[in-house]
């Protein structure tokens, strides 16, 4: 059976503290993985798409990486409007729905 | 921002009585879905629909139906209401690389 797991489930950080953030995933055929930024009472907002093993993506704080078996979402220098709940999500070779982990719940304290 | 438009945007109704949830996309992708989002949950896949009155079940499809008349719109219905549909819900589309954009969601509250 298709799973994602993400770790940890809370992650409270200073102003500036990197961390990073775990994906685990067993999957039929990875056609990708995603991840997701979603802020409260809004929805999922797209961040990166990764293909295959070795892949980095970046954008401003954020770098997503990808091994054969998990990927990391690090955050270096966070800032309190990193806050959020990041989800991460596979797409199987069946191809029909994104299979989503349950998010990682973010706090940036300044 | 992906042009997705659901409505209501909150509702409340009374146990037993049919809700029927809408989703509107200006964006004409194929692929069409509903989730639902609870505590502990994550996301969870209701219905998809991969073309016009082309639909499928995901993994809690009980007590929800699905139709799909036109490729911008997908509606979802819950033919009776009962307190565990409770529930935020969220229309997705997705483009052919399986990038899948969300909606602002529709927060469902059935007393």
């Known amino acids: 059976e298709d799973q994602v797991t993400q770790s940890p489930e809370a992650l409270r950080l200073q102003e500036g503290e990197s961390s990073s953030l775990n994906c685990s995933y067993t999957?039929?055929?990875?056609?990708?993985l995603f991840w997701y930024r979603q802020d409260p009472g809004k929805g999922p907002e797209f961040l990166f798409t990764l293909y295959s093993a070795g892949e980095e993506k970046e954008k401003e704080r954020l770098k997503a990486t990808l091994t054969k078996k998990e990927s990391f979402l690090h955050i270096t220098a966070p800032k309190p409007e990193d806050s959020a709940t990041y989800l991460c999500a596979v797409a199987n070779q069946a191809g029909t729905a994104l299979i989503f982990g349950k998010g990682t719940t973010l706090s940036v304290s300044s | 921002d992906a042009g997705i438009t659901q409505s209501p945007r909150h509702k409340v109704t009374e146990t037993g009585t049919p809700v029927t949830l809408r989703c509107h996309q200006t964006?004409?992708?194929?692929?069409m879905y509903w989730y639902r989002q609870d505590p502990g949950h994550g996301l969870r896949l209701i219905h998809y629909?991969?073309?016009?009155?082309?639909?499928d079940k995901g993994e809690v499809s009980d007590g929800y139906s699905v139709s799909r008349s036109k490729t911008e719109d997908f509606l979802l219905t819950l033919e009776s209401a009962t307190s565990s549909q409770t529930s935020v819900y969220f229309c997705?589309?997705?483009?052919?690389?399986?990038?899948?954009?969300f909606g602002q969601g529709t927060r469902l509250t059935v007393v």
């Open positions: 997705a589309i997705s483009d052919p690389e399986q990038k899948s954009f």
């Open positions: 629909s991969y073309g016009v009155k082309d639909t």
């Open positions: 964006e004409n992708h194929r692929y």
């Open positions: 999957v039929s055929g990875l056609r990708g």
